[in-house]
């Protein structure tokens, strides 16, 4: 009897051992959870997650937040017991807020696969809080059979001066070619923000270059350095279109499917209007808002995101090495990387799949060029509407009549209205 309880007792302790090392194995394995930020990519990465289980046994859970809910949603996620693993932080504030719970990403697998450090967020004390994953760009869409049938090669346009020549030449010889040089541009709510919202950034960038450092807060004033730059480009797009410039205030006309049906060559927009026009010019490409700025033959797009990883530094050692391993072999799995390039655009990686979208794509060759990135300088607007309404209004008036004295209100629109509207901001 003593023997057979001496077996009991020896057997039980067995089974005990056995189940505490199961738990520790299941432990130290770790498991993932990423609050997705991007709901129109939900259905992709469950199968990514899923895929990578089937090859790993590593749990990967995909919450996404609601469209225009995740800071709420991240704020709830991270208060439960089982908070997630991997979440972004795509902006300056979003790294004031979520510092302490970001796991420094400096010399991760993951941060050394990146193609550039032009997505990347980093503290004050210089920690790498988070990595972009995708971004998008704009820029100036081009139809390169036109140019070619104008007598121009792409190759060819890489400043300033070569656009300017061809565009001006394209429309001095407009009803001969059949298309202009640059589709409309409509200065009502529908397209304005191409130009106060897109196109002013080549000065606020300029600006940041000049300084030496990019900014990561709105600053309380700008010098308008660079407007006159964004004036040249500015006039030649207007001055050279299928729509006069004093028809613009009112709005009514269809650049895309003027740039879609063959009317125009050039068209100021971004990364997002591929799929909208590529059927109908499929080999379309992009090229920088070239200005008159020294240098400028290395421009590359203006590119930004707010879709940068994060890693929690909470989560035990276990879930952050889990997290670290999936997010390398998102990046690097041709499979993987496949699908989520497909469903993000582009991915700022050596070894991730090419991108489809053509105009990301030319972002890509750009930086692989060793060409710069114009960052989303123009995100620090403050109280963008009113700024930009002022803008507007100026803009209307120099279209009316372009003198030396309306551009001048332009300017005060531009620079003193930055100073005006981030005192208003800020109290």
């Known amino acids: 009897m003593r023997m057979k309880k001496k077996i009991l ?15 520790c194995a299941k432990e130290q394995k770790g498991s993932v959870y990423w609050l997705n930020f991007k709901p129109e990519s939900d259905e992709v990465l469950q199968q990514v997650a899923e895929m990578y289980k089937e090859k790993t046994g590593v749990e990967v859970k995909v919450v996404t937040a609601a469209s225009g809910t995740y800071s709420q949603t991240l704020t709830s996620e991270m208060d439960k017991s089982a908070p997630p693993t991997l979440f972004v932080i795509g902006n300056s504030a979003g790294v004031k807020t ?17 193609s550039t450090d032009a997505y990347n967020l980093y503290d004050e004390s210089g920690k790498l809080v988070s990595i972009g994953y995708c971004y998008e760009c704009y820029g100036i869409i081009v ?14 346009i890489n400043n300033f001066a070569a656009l300017k020549a061809a565009a001006e030449d394209i429309h001095a010889r407009a009803a001969e070619l059949g298309f202009d040089a640059f589709t409309s541009n409509d200065m009502d709510s529908s397209s304005s923000w191409r130009y106060t919202g897109h196109m002013i950034n080549l000065d606020y960038y300029y600006e940041e270059k000049e300084a030496g450092k990019t900014w990561t807060e709105c600053p309380d004033t700008i010098t308008g350095a660079y407007v006159d730059n964004f004036r040249q480009l500015y006039d030649l797009c207007v001055n050279n279109s299928t729509v006069d410039r004093s028809d613009l ?48 033959e290395n421009a590359g797009l203006n590119c930004g995101t707010e879709n940068c990883w994060a890693v929690n530094a909470k989560a035990s050692e276990a879930d952050q090495k889990a997290t670290l391993d999936f997010m390398y072999w998102c990046v690097t799995d041709p499979e993987a990387s496949r699908m989520l390039v497909d469903s993000f655009g582009v991915m700022p990686y050596k070894n991730a799949a090419a991108s489809t979208n053509g105009f990301l794509k030319a972002s890509e060759d750009y930086s692989a060029k060793g060409c710069y990135v114009m960052d989303w300088a123009t995100n620090y607007q403050p109280q963008v509407d009113d700024y930009r309404a002022a803008f507007v209004s100026a803009l209307n008036q120099y279209n009316a009549d372009p003198s030396d004295a309306n551009w001048e209100n332009v300017r005060t629109a531009i620079v003193e209205g930055w100073a005006t509207q981030a005192a208003i901001a800020k109290g």
């Open 98 to 114: 979520w510092d302490d719970y970001a796991l420094d990403l400096k010399d991760t697998a993951v941060a050394k696969e990146l």
């Open 143 to 156: 139809n390169p059979d036109l140019l070619k049938q104008a007598g121009y090669e792409l190759a060819d």
């Open 9 to 23: 007792v020896i057997t039980l302790c067995v089974c005990m051992a056995l189940t505490l090392l199961a738990g």
């Open 249 to 296: 205030a009112t709005g009514g006309h269809d650049a895309q499917n003027e740039f879609k049906t063959g009317k125009a060559v050039f068209y100021v927009q971004g990364s997002w209007e591929y799929s909208k026009v590529a059927d109908s010019v499929p080999n379309a490409t992009m090229i920088p808002y070239y200005c008159g700025v020294e240098g400028e």
